[in-house]
């Protein structure tokens, strides 16, 4: 209690003698670490090794900093709480930059002539059409200029961190490297978990020809001699944020390539771990287009589903799925096969946000998370709901972002437990009492607890449905893509498209409602195709070029589906229609079942115009979504799932027919970009 209450102690004590630099690395890794430290003027450098000691060193250093507040040992051991500053909690999408070679352009019309309900505005910029604000467009030049500009001195009484990294595991073929430096400890404590750092990566980059990333992390905020830090430095004007990819050699050094990544100004999540959206997402799915053997960064999870049918061998199914940020995909990753079927069926998980995806020789795609962490969203997290999650938290090593805390230095947010515990600390810092509320004030207030983005970091490792293969290094080929977004009407629970082309079509016109999880107003409807609008690193309609490539390129290639776990009822009450959650699993026995008929050779049922949708018996359901089917001794029939409503589709529908002109609206936006095909 004394800990959590506490006000921040301003003594840091100092590190040991940091590692000396200048002794490792090649040629490019000295260079691009002296201009470091040359344009940002830290107080002094560190390089993270990677070792847990020191990992455990940062932490206790950031708690005595007052940056990180030890949460109780025996219920999160070796874990904490960190509080960022308010307005720094989600992904600036708006300050967010992919700065291209002249002339290119991310989309071909001008930002400016895309209506805003498209919402399709936002987020990455290029090449002529990088603007910094409303009134300054730059180009990308001007914008690197820019950026040096910003990181001139930007570490002024502050420590420069030097993060060597990998992105999937170092014997692997997809495997990445990348530096970032970084004045933030939170973002090298995050790099710790979230990444393969220590000195397997740093032996690897003493090869004269070792690639790596250049990244460059501030938050932005120079000390002046004497003055106090705050616990969450970061940028407060929002237009002083930048997130800028550049996809074009600096020429200062145009030896290290034509990509690096500059970030100020924000400490949080995927704006200042560059590894993450920015490196395994922007600038891979750029690389993985332009290089001479394609392949695919997707914002995917991954997981293996085994079936093991009474007295036969079992069967091995792999699965992707693209949502949209907070749309479920961690969720599913780690669903929990219900108790009715766990007996021939088993779910494991290789990764939750991001799959890197190489063709084998037997013409299939095979995905692999490039990541060794989870960066979850809390809100909504329970035993209930996600028991697996919950269980790697509990195993320690975990840092949360911006959740509420309890009396005895347990985490709560809403949805953690039916019940909200009286005393509470909320994200802000602030106590709450709940003595004496009525019902509806206690449900308002439970949404205030925890921001609605706050997040949990903790190791792959420690979750225990990780598949033993998901640090192998190989990828595992994969039998279905699936789709999803929040659609609260129209999109049935699961639908599996007739081909290739129709599925990328389908990708391309995904529409979701906004989530928390970016600085965009939330519940209105965005296209964010492929659940990738955020992330693609270059032209949207080439991207779309690459997909069918694949497509023509990957004999093998996955079925693609699409599915939504959140229908909710066209009158009365606006709950979802579906349980979701593990009863997802139900949808992803029958994918399954569909490839062992592929597999087998066996006809698939007759798809409708939208593609092919199961009947409620396909999922084990009746009309009602009560359970059909024997159970396990001793357990009575589960409580309806859903209803049959969450599968129909209705052609006439007229949202359906305003659904197809937003569709066409939207590609039309691509114009000539848009290919034939
Ligand atoms: P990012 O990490 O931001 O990319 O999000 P994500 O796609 O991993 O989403 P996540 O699994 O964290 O889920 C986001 C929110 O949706 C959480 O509050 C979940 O509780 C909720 N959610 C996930 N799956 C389901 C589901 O099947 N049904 C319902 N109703 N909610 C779900
Ligand atoms: C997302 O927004 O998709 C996330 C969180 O997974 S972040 O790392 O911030 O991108
Ligand atoms: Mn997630």
Not at 540 to 565: Q, S, T
Not at 576 to 586: D, I, K, P, S, Y
Request: overall charge negative.
């Amino acid at each position: 209690v004394h800990k959590i209450m506490a006000q921040p102690i301003t003594f840091v004590p100092p590190l040991p003698a940091p590692l000396d630099w200048s002794t490792f690395g090649n040629a490019n890794v000295k260079k691009f670490i002296d201009n470091a430290i040359r344009v940002c003027q830290p107080k002094d450098v560190a390089i993270f090794d990677g070792s847990v000691e020191e990992y455990h060193r940062i932490c206790d250093m950031c708690e005595m900093s007052g940056m990180f507040m030890a949460l109780n040992p025996y219920l999160y051991p070796r874990s904490y709480l960190i509080r960022s500053h308010p307005g720094d909690t989600a992904r600036s999408e708006a300050r967010t930059f992919v700065c291209g070679p002249m002339n290119e352009k991310l989309y071909q019309v001008p930002l400016s002539a895309i209506p805003k309900d498209l919402g399709f505005g936002y987020g990455c910029r290029a090449g002529e059409s990088v603007s910094g604000s409303k009134d300054a467009e730059l180009n990308t030049e001007q914008m690197r200029e820019l950026l040096y500009h910003e990181f001139t001195g930007c570490m002024a009484g502050r420590t420069m961190w030097i993060v060597p990294f990998s992105m999937g595991p170092l014997n692997s073929e997809f495997c990445k490297l990348g530096i970032e430096i970084s004045d933030s400890p939170y973002v090298v404590a995050h790099m710790y978990t979230m990444a393969r750092t220590g000195i397997e990566v740093l032996k690897r980059l003493s090869a004269p020809n070792a690639y790596f990333l250049p990244c460059w992390h501030s938050v932005g905020l120079p000390l002046t001699p004497g003055e106090k830090d705050v616990p969450w430095p970061c940028r407060k004007e929002n237009n002083r944020k930048f997130i800028a990819h550049f996809t074009t050699a600096d020429p200062s050094c145009p030896e290290m390539g034509p990509y690096s990544v500059m970030s100020i100004g924000s400490g949080y999540g995927g704006n200042a771990l560059l590894g993450k959206k920015c490196y395994a997402l922007r600038i891979a799915s750029r690389m993985a287009a332009f290089e001479p053997v394609k392949w695919m960064a997707e914002h995917m999870l991954i997981l293996h589903v085994r079936h093991t049918p009474k007295g036969a061998p079992a069967k091995d199914y792999f699965l992707t799925g693209a949502f949209p940020s907070a749309c479920g995909k961690t969720n599913l990753a780690m669903v929990e096969v219900p108790r009715e079927f766990a007996d021939e069926w088993k779910v494991t998980c290789l990764g939750d946000d991001i799959a890197w995806i190489r063709m084998d020789t037997q013409g299939r795609l095979c995905a692999l998370n490039p990541e060794a962490g989870f960066f979850g969203v809390a809100p909504g997290t329970s035993n209930e709901s996600n028991g697996n999650a919950m269980a790697a938290m509990r195993a320690g090593n975990t840092l949360f972002t911006n959740v509420g805390v309890t009396r005895d230095g347990d985490v709560w947010w809403k949805g953690k437990s039916p019940e909200m515990p009286e005393h509470l600390i909320d994200w802000h810092g602030v106590p709450v009492e709940t003595h004496g509320l009525d019902k509806e004030a206690l449900s308002k207030l439970q949404n205030t607890i925890a921001q609605p983005n706050s997040r949990y970091t903790t190791p792959c490792v420690q979750c225990p449905s990780v598949d033993p293969l998901w640090n192998a290094g190989e990828g595992v080929p994969i039998d279905a893509f699936l789709f999803g977004g929040r659609r609260r009407s129209l999109t049935p629970l699961v639908f599996r498209c007739p081909d290739w082309e129709d599925g990328v079509l389908t990708g391309a016109t995904l529409r979701s409602e906004q989530t928390a999880a970016a600085d965009r107003p939330e519940g209105s409807l965005f296209f964010d195709p492929m659940a990738m609008r955020p992330f693609i690193g270059y032209n949207m309609g080439k991207y779309f070029d690459h997909w069918l490539e694949m497509g023509r390129l990957a004999p093998n290639h996955p079925d693609i589906y699409c599915v939504n776990w959140f229908r909710r009822a066209k009158e009365g009450k606006k709950d979802f229609l579906w349980a979701g959650f593990g009863q997802n699993f139900r949808v992803l026995r029958w994918i399954c079942e569909l490839a062992q008929a592929k597999r087998d050779g066996r006809p698939l049922p007759q798809a409708n115009t939208l593609g092919l949708v199961p009947t409620c018996q396909d999922l084990l359901l009746d009309r009602e979504g009560v359970h059909v089917g024997p159970l396990p001794a001793g357990m009575t029939a589960p409580k309806p799932m859903g209803c049959s409503c969450i599968l129909e589709v209705t052609p006439t529908d007229p949202e359906w027919h305003q659904e197809l002109l937003d569709e066409r609206a939207f590609l039309d936006l691509l114009g000539s970009d848009l290919s034939e095909g």
